[in-house]
């Protein structure tokens, strides 16, 4: 079988934003996108429970002929990106990491906030890259929950995600220096976010960087493709409407 599509998985629609940075970086290439909408959110998960729902995920993309496979979940990726590679060695597996680093560099003795999902900040793997930057900045985890379900109902600019966020940010308003997007849901939530904390606080998420590391691999492996792009949408709920939404998120 040709193995020549970049395959994206999230837990539902939040890589869409992950892809959308990939597109604009590698527009001639192939993508094949799943978001597993169905199970949303993995956020309010057991680790062992996301674990087998990514690696599922991602028995269902192999067999469709990948060269590489973006984990664009942030909690996918902290529950599982090693057991990934070990079931798919001969593949490019990209998982995410939170914007912790330019964040720190940016505003070295600042203070930055981590929204994520509960999970996420749970887990030993993001809890020991927070402690990375202990001597460098204060960092405040935040979790979000709620704000992944807002996204997938559609709601994403909604009355209700400016409650949301007022509740989960109103504390640090005028506190941050930057907020790093722990989820690759919440870029959609943008909007909100700053109408709560104001424009001086910069926001920043994983997705510019797992594109760029995406090229990275695939030129130092020789993949890189020069078209035509394609793209193919998935996802686990039935019927068109998760499937336009996402179209949407995309535009």
Do not use: W
């Not at 539902?12 to 959110?41: M, T």
């Not at 060695?89 to 070295?108: Q, S, T, W």
């Amino acid at each position: 079988m040709k193995q020549d599509y970049i395959a994206v998985m999230d837990s539902g629609l939040g890589g869409l934003s992950v892809l959308r940075e990939l597109r604009r970086l590698l527009p001639q290439e192939r993508y094949l996108y799943f978001g597993d909408s169905a199970n949303a959110p993995y956020g309010t998960k057991t680790v062992s429970e996301v674990r087998r729902l990514t690696l599922a995920a991602a028995e269902k993309l192999q067999a469709q002929g990948i060269k590489a496979l973006v984990v664009a979940c942030n909690t996918a990726t902290a529950a599982a990106i090693s057991d990934l590679r070990a079931a798919f060695p001969d593949r490019i597996v990209i998982g995410m990491e939170p914007a912790l680093k330019p964040a720190a560099e940016h505003f070295p003795k600042g203070r930055v906030g981590v929204m994520a999902t509960p999970l996420t900040l749970r887990e030993e793997k993001f809890s020991a890259l927070l402690h990375r930057f202990d001597d460098t900045c204060r960092i405040d985890p935040i979790p979000a929950p709620g704000l992944v379900e807002l996204v997938e109902q559609g709601k994403a600019d909604s009355p209700e995600t400016l409650d949301l966020m007022l509740q989960i940010l109103g504390p640090y308003v005028g506190k941050l220096d930057a907020l790093v997007l722990g989820c690759t849901h919440f870029p959609f939530a943008v909007r909100a976010i700053r109408a709560v904390l104001g424009p001086e606080v910069e926001l920043l998420d994983g997705g510019p960087g797992t594109a760029r590391e995406t090229k990275r691999r695939l030129a130092q492996a020789g993949l890189l493709y020069d078209g035509p792009g394609e793209l193919i949408l998935c996802n686990s709920l039935p019927g068109p409407e998760i499937l336009d939404l996402s179209r949407k998120l995309l535009e």
